[in-house]
Nanobody, 127 residues
Framework: QVQLVESGGGLVQAGDSLTLSCVAS????????LAWFRKVPGEEREFVAA????????VYADSVKGRFTISRDNAKNAGNLQIHSLEPEDSAIYYC????????????????????WGQGTRVTVSS
């Protein structure tokens, strides 16, 4: 059983940058595809980005390409999501998720085949 704990959220201004972190425990971190999702109250959960087991493959939602960067450090059992040029529309609770079922290469990584989820970290962007 893998436990995921996010951190790094907060109240920021539009145009700022922020780095969210996800630390895993209780499992072999390197066997999991790691992803970030976000959710706004009253809306559907939205895929943001995912990174493959060795960090070499990344997938991004079209809405965040160019501003978000996902990475991972298997030696530290951790992953990061760097967000640049924050916009009020980025305000959400950001969740880290991990899956051992997803294939290599990125196919299906934006879907719902994630086995473990963190509790989330809230990001609020003021205009």
């Amino acid at each position: 059983q893998v436990q995921l704990v996010e951190s790094g959220g907060g109240l920021v201004q539009a145009g700022d940058s922020l780095t969210l972190s996800c630390v895993a425990s209780g499992g072999a971190f390197s066997i999991y595809v790691l992803a970030w999702f976000r959710k706004v109250p009253g809306e559907e959960r939205e895929f943001v980005a995912a990174v493959g087991r060795d960090g070499g493959t990344t997938v991004y939602a079209d809405s965040v390409k160019g501003r978000f960067t996902i990475s991972r450090d298997n030696a530290k059992n951790a992953g990061n999501l760097q967000i640049h040029s924050l916009e009020p529309e980025d305000s959400a609770i950001y969740y880290c998720a991990a899956s051992h079922r997803l294939p290599i290469g990125g196919r299906g990584w934006s879907g719902d085949r994630y086995d473990y989820w963190g509790q989330g970290t809230r990001v609020t962007v003021s205009s």
